[in-house]
């Protein structure tokens, strides 16, 4: 009789609320520490990038001068058009005042006098070929590979689950002409194409999101259509279907979001290779055009010298690996949160 | 190719054959579409071979160039006419295994590949073959020991090494094994000493594997990762299935449970995976073969590039393309058949 009592006051516990899908994966995400971490370097990476100008450059963020307050960084100013801030910080009259950022050197200001110096006081990771702080283009380089990778993996998923959704919903002969698409891409080096298509074309930044973007969907595409071909089946899309909705309602609205958690899982491996692919091509020189700072241009320079000037190899390769080191581990962790049958390990 | 009936093949019944000529079938429409957007892509862009052709001959400035040169040579070369038809007339060159000329020294262009293929085949198949011999045994104990501290150190030094950048690896190789810096163990250029080629056999081997060590490092390691993970997963998802847990329940050692019964089956999808990293092969090589001045189809393809060669860019995607279609088809069959379960009408 007790235990009875015991079992029916259990049942009628308040159930606690559901934190829904993405609750729980990141509930299972913040488990591993590994992937936090990563996470944490990203988000640093994308402090250093939007920031980039506060952190490193030759003008002054704030500047008190005739009276006047001035942000050079972030408006242009008629009357500082052509002022050399150095001078001028030096010559400040009294009560006037320059605050700049902790690294004083622009990723474009050339310095002829210092060329080529190992890292040291004024430059804190050494010079390069024209006497360019590389901790400046470092920096400045961050704002190009996120951007790139973010690009080039944004354009990708659009293609992706644009192709995808409509083989993978519409089967038959839409699904044989994408699949021949897949195939056609799959098939090329794609290396070898994007190469050809930026030697053909201007080595813009745009051109490089554009490029591999458009030769980097096939994963995403491949991943959608068999979500979408499994989903196809379940009684809850014939429902939709039957109800009436339209088709791009039930794929949108119905489907989409069941399939959506993969294709960020591979989206987040996508950015670490897109990241590497643009330092690849602007190792070989068919990267964002010379005085854009890029990792890949940097650690090109080195390459150029007898010598081994090894703050050019270092630091340009340690920030391209972190990169992509976070990314893929957090592809990683994220992959696992979604993954139902590795919860309650 | 099948006439003989006299070796009946294990599948004997039509399944294969028209499996076969369906797929066969199907590379042509894929060999088309890559033909079409290389040809897309190169003759549509700003710029063309003639100007720079004659830029570099023999110091003549560039206003000397009257229209006529210009003209004739495009005519040479075909370049006169609208791109459509330009397109179907390389495809009826294709149709014959025609290639062309190379632009920049009338050579056949299939004449410079064939040169040029063996290099970078034996150098992937090395590395293909490292990874495999590598990347098994370590996907294996990983999976064994899954969720230990083991496994996740290996998870975590392969990830590691899949985010180094080749050609970050191959310039600190360079520096510190190829006498930059420190020791002058390997050298870094081309794939044989001077005057290697006249070397006895085993002695120009030897020669071959010491030039290539360093470039065979740099192409493999990237795809440690991949492939342990795949063998991890590949032999979790064989350990949970039901026959596994038979074998242990009559009491066979656990060695021979993974080896004997779990491990065969878990071999299957990687070994046929060796077809996706065939396109991925050539692509790798162009900044490999550029660093370490390799004379194979990478460099060839990043100078055809350079020098927009047409017919060789044109050739080389082509037939790249036309290896790897091969080789996904050859490994899809021997899915099928290493694996009875599947069926040729399962697959596609």
Redesign the interface.
Known sequence: MNTQVVGVSQVYQPIPKSPGYWGTVWIEFKKDK?AMTALCVILFLFIVAIFSDFIAGNKPIFLKWNGKMYFPVLFEYKELFNVDFKELTESLPKDNFAVYPPIRYSDTEYDLLSVLSPPSRPHLFGTDDRGRDVLSRMIHGTRISLSIGFVAVGIAVVIGIFLGVIAGYYGGITDFIV???F??M????????I???L???DPSIYNIMIVIGATGWTGIARLVRGEFLRLRKYSYVEAAIALGSPDFRVMLKHMLPNAFAPVLVASTFGV?GAI?VE??LS??GFGVPPPEPSW?DV?SQ??RYVD?AWWL?LFP?AA??TT??AF??VG?GFRDAIDPRLRG? | MFRDSNHEPRFTNHDMRTYLLKRLFLIIPTLLGITLVTFFVIQLAPGNPVSRKLQVGEGVKAEAITKDIIEQTKKLYGLDKPIYIRYWIWLKQIATLDFGRSYKDHRPVIQKIAERLPVTLSINIISILLVYIISIPLGVYSAVTQGSIRDRAITFFLFALYSIPSFWLAMVLIYFLGGGEFWDVFPIYGILSPGAENYPFLKKLLNFLWHITLPVICLTYGDLAYLSRYQRGSLLEVLRSEFIRTARAKGLTESNVIFKHALRNALIPIITIVASVLPAMIGGSVIIESIFSIPGIGQLGFEAVLSRDYPLIMAIATISAFLTLIGILISDLAYVMVDPRISFEGKR
């Open positions: 590994l699949s021949r698409l195939e056609i799959i098939t090329f080096p794609v290396f070898f194409l190469l050809t298509i030697a053909f074309r670490a590497l330092s690849a190792f070989l890949g650690l080195s390459q081994f190899v390769g391209i690996f992509v080191t893929n581990l990683e390990r």
